[in-house]
């Protein structure tokens, strides 16, 4: 349990939070801890505010206990690599983007019917992951065949791509003005990180800190890098 908690401790924030508090607020729901109706997606609990549980909820049972490890291991293994590269060091952008792409998976999983939002979300984090590293061949275990896309899939990956037409390819290859920024007070509670320089698909570097950096600065200045490896 030692190693467990040390290995634990040492995940960044955003991804630290998430990947535990799905498994928490799931394995609850499944022992009935909490009652289910109370974690799933639905305008009751909008009009009331009831925002945190359905954010990490997960239906365990044994038809979906395997969908729920795949979903964790690409939760922990993606957004590990987003926190930790891309947005280095600047906890207050990824923690943006997380709620920027929840936001849009609450708001159509209202119109579309989606009551657990995982799936969503996963799919959303790992869509922007693959567009920034699209050179990197990557493989999964033991050749795993999945089902073809469904719904909530498509609904993930459309999320993803709003978000990252938005922050990243409009400012970039179109030459366009910022359209989505980090409000200022997720900066006054998740400060950037001095030092750290990341860029896509490479891992992040330490450097001397500039005077003349801002922590305002949002997530991308200067030139844009290359793709991939």
């Known amino acids: 349990m030692g190693d ?15 990947f535990g508090g799905t498994i928490a607020v799931s394995l609850m729901g499944r022992f009935g801890l909490l009652n289910p109706h109370w974690l799933i997606l639905h305008y009751g609990f909008i009009y009331n505010f009831h925002l945190l549980p359905y954010s990490f909820y997960y239906p365990i049972n044994p038809a979906t206990g395997f969908h729920f490890l795949i979903n964790l291991y690409f939760l922990y293994n993606y957004s590990l690599r987003l926190e930790t590269g891309m947005f280095a060091g600047r906890p207050a952008d990824y923690l943006f983007m997380l709620l ?40 999964f275990w033991f050749g795993t065949q999945f089902k073809a896309i469904g719904m909530v899939e498509l609904a993930g990956i459309l999320i993803g791509h709003f978000y990252y037409f938005l922050a990243i390819k409009y ?52 030139r844009g890098h290359t793709l991939g490896n």
């Open 4 to 18: 467990i908690g040390t290995w634990f401790s040492t995940l960044p924030t955003m991804t630290k939070y998430w």
């Open 171 to 222: 400012p970039q290859d179109f030459g366009g003005v910022t359209l989505i920024q980090t409000p200022q007070f997720l900066y006054n509670w998740f400060p950037n990180q001095r030092g750290y320089v990341a860029g896509f698909g490479q891992a992040p570097q330490f450097r001397r800190p500039d005077r003349g950096d801002d922590d305002r600065g949002g997530l991308f200045r200067g």
């Open 100 to 139: 920027f792409m929840w936001t849009c998976c609450v708001i159509v999983g209202l119109l579309a019917g989606f009551m657990v939002l995982m799936d969503a979300m996963v799919i959303s984090v790992l869509y922007i992951w693959c567009q920034l590293n699209k050179d990197m061949i990557v493989s």
